[in-house]
Nanobody, 127 residues
Framework: QVQVAESGGGLVQVGGSLRLSCAASGRSFSSAAMGWFRQAPGKEREFVAAYSWSGGSTYYADSVKGRFTISRHNAKNEVYLQMNSLKPEDTAVYYC????????????????????WGQGTQVTVSS
């Protein structure tokens, strides 16, 4: 049974940093992209970042480019999101997701590309 679990959320002041972690278990995910999404109250879930299953390519939403960094450790089935220079608009529940096997990178920004999701971790940025 596949399980995905996020950790590392919390309350931080504007300009601060947080590092989210995501651990996936149940099988190897080395051939699947892994991504982060977020959902703020009253808004739709939106793409934040993704890490490809091959070649180490990374993808970011324009709103976080230059501030957030995604990384992954294949042997541990883990993906991380380093968030710097946080803004109040980054406040949301952050979700980790595991993509389809050998999936096409052009779909990484789409929520329905991902097969498995974590429960989410709250990130609150106070001003």
């Amino acid at each position: 049974q596949v399980q995905v679990a996020e950790s590392g959320g919390g309350l931080v002041q504007v300009g601060g940093s947080l590092r989210l972690s995501c651990a996936a278990s149940g099988r190897s995910f080395s051939s699947a992209a892994m991504g982060w999404f977020r959902q703020a109250p009253g808004k739709e879930r939106e793409f934040v970042a993704a890490y490809s299953w091959s070649g180490g390519s990374t993808y970011y939403a324009d709103s976080v480019k230059g501030r957030f960094t995604i990384s992954r450790h294949n042997a541990k089935n883990e993906v991380y999101l380093q968030m710097n220079s946080l803004k109040p608009e980054d406040t949301a529940v952050y979700y980790c997701a595991v993509g389809s096997f050998l999936g096409y990178s052009g779909n990484y920004h789409k929520a329905d590309f991902y097969d498995y999701w974590g429960q989410g971790t709250q990130v609150t940025v106070s001003s």
